[in-house]
């Protein structure tokens, strides 16, 4: 799975997504991970945890834009939103929020930690990006 901790930015797949974004920061990229997975989910179809793991970090994304940064979000992911000018209209907060829940839901990554016998502690950090995304 290549996850080391429960947060979604300790993963590969998640600093994959980081760095890609980091390197040309833009809002098609944030809204093509999210939509890869919400589309996923309206087809039945199986969310892969590179999938999965992508659409978190974007959605950390969009929480980072709200100024509701996780605590262990890279350091220089800061600058590349500020650098794009990211602003969160209701539909990007819809779309994140939407996403979040798939993963949540159904998908590779949810099933791995199932499996993992730690559950809760990953969960807790989906439901607590789910807050600072507004959703209570």
């Known amino acids: 799975m290549g996850a080391w901790g429960h947060q979604n930015f300790e993963n590969d797949s998640a600093m994959d997504f980081v760095g890609e974004f ?9 809204n093509e991970a999210l939509s890869v997975v919400i589309e996923a989910g309206a087809e039945e179809e199986y969310i892969e945890v590179d999938e999965a793991s992508a659409a978190l970090a974007a959605a950390e994304i969009v929480a980072a834009a709200l100024g509701q940064a996780a605590t262990d979000v890279p350091e220089e992911l800061p600058a590349s939103i500020q650098k794009i000018g990211l602003t969160v209209d209701d539909k990007m907060l819809k779309k994140a929020r939407k996403a979040v829940k798939q993963v949540l839901r159904e998908s590779e990554l949810q099933e791995l930690w199932q499996e993992g016998g ?5 969960q807790q950090v ?3 990006l789910l807050k600072r995304l507004g959703q209570v």
């Not at 980091?22 to 944030?30: A, F, G, M, R, Y």
């Not at 730690?118 to 990953?122: C, I, T």
């Open 22 to 30: 980091i390197e040309s920061p833009n809002l098609d990229v944030i």
């Open 126 to 128: 989906q439901e607590g």
């Open 118 to 122: 730690e559950p809760n502690e990953w």
